[in-house]
């Protein structure tokens, strides 16, 4: 039982290192000041560069698999419902860090991080493919609002994949996806608010 625990906490802590606010900080950069106030990638991607925003999106990225792929690949763990909820505790994490006072990024790299140690690139390609495809419409200068939309298009393409795993037998497909997408909605809501009050 509480090599369970630890493996969900460490997942939690390893997502909550808020490392784009940290790399912005070195530069005297305050993310929280930046555009939507996002201490993730993105703002970091806007206030410097693409180098330095990259190094973010990998950094949120990996976090989102480590130390979980540890576990699975050297301690052999196998149980798939303890796997999903670790990287859902890597998201939840990342989005209300500990270290920023429950108010962290908006989980969208962390989650492809998360979704590639519970399917492998399934489920990062068709999420990734389903957000290229609507960001082709406005590659430069998006809104906050548009940014939001976009992830929300993406979740939703998503479903076919969900529905399909979970008619051959992987039931905990749909725990990652319900649960990620609660915390991505949750985390993109003033945008999304916006969104639906406007149309």
Excluded at 14 to 43: E, H, T
């Amino acid at each position: 039982m509480w090599d369970k625990v630890i493996i969900i906490f460490l997942q939690f802590l390893s997502g909550s290192i808020m490392y784009s606010y940290l790399i912005a900080k070195l530069l005297n950069i305050d993310l929280r000041k930046v555009r939507d106030g996002n201490p993730g990638a993105y703002n970091l991607w806007i206030s410097t560069n693409w180098k330095i925003g990259l190094i973010g999106a990998l950094l949120d990225y990996f976090k989102g698999i480590y130390p979980l792929l540890w576990f699975v690949r050297y301690k052999d763990i196998k149980d798939k419902w303890l796997i999903t909820v670790s990287a859902l505790a890597g998201i939840f994490g990342h989005v209300f860090s500990p270290f920023m006072g429950g108010k962290g990024g908006k989980g969208v790299a962390v989650s492809f991080g998360a979704w590639t140690v519970v399917t492998g690139l399934e489920g990062p390609l068709f999420l990734g493919l389903s957000m290229f495809i609507f960001n082709l419409a406005k590659m430069h200068g998006a809104t906050p609002e548009e940014d939001a939309l976009k992830v929300l298009y993406g979740f939703l393409c998503l479903i076919p994949y969900v529905v399909y795993k979970v008619f051959t037998g992987h039931l905990y497909i749909l725990l990652l996806y319900l649960g990620n997408f609660g915390i991505i909605a949750y985390s993109h809501r003033n945008e999304l608010l916006k969104v639906f009050a406007n149309s």
